[in-house]
């Protein structure tokens, strides 16, 4: 079901410790990795800092685009739990200078409610 979720679009999350060897040379002073999403090839990073969207490129995987946002860019977002015929939950962000959000669907395996908690903890500080 992993593999089938995630050719439909949706994330699971992943260790995030086992992001470290990756990450740590992108983070700032001070910067943690709180929660992580995978997405087949793509990643949604939560950090205590911001919010860091990996897209990884090209057929053998080795070009990245890292976009960071930083929470205080977001100016609103919404959660979208899953239901009894609709199998994914979703996230969307609005980011200040952009009229479109950024749309992240999740398995129903993962706890939006409580990624929604994450996010608000960072934006409503």
Same mark, same amino acid.
């Given at each position: 079901m992993g593999l089938l979720n995630g050719? %439909?679009? &949706?994330?699971?999350? @992943? &260790?995030?410790?086992a992001l470290g060897e990756e990450f740590n040379p992108l983070l700032c002073d001070g910067e943690?990795?709180?929660?992580?999403?995978? %997405?087949?090839?793509?990643?949604l990073? $939560?950090?205590?800092?911001? %919010? @860091?969207?990996?897209?990884?490129?090209?057929?053998?995987g080795h070009k990245r685009c890292y976009s960071? $946002?930083?929470?205080?860019? @977001?100016?609103?977002f919404s959660v979208e739990?899953?239901?009894? $015929?609709?199998?994914?939950?979703?996230?969307? @962000?609005?980011?200040?200078?952009?009229?479109n959000p950024f749309v992240f669907e999740f398995s129903r395996k993962v706890d939006v409610k409580s990624l929604q908690r994450t996010l608000a903890g960072h934006v409503l500080m």
């Open positions: 050719l %439909l679009g &949706n994330a699971s999350e @992943i &260790n995030a410790q943690q990795i709180e929660v992580a999403y995978s %997405l087949i090839r793509d990643k990073i $939560f950090t205590n800092k911001r %919010l @860091i969207a990996v897209d990884v490129q090209g057929v053998t960071s $946002f930083p929470y205080r860019s @977001i100016v609103r739990t899953s239901g009894t $015929f609709d199998l994914d939950g979703e996230l969307k @962000i609005w980011v200040s200078g952009n009229v």
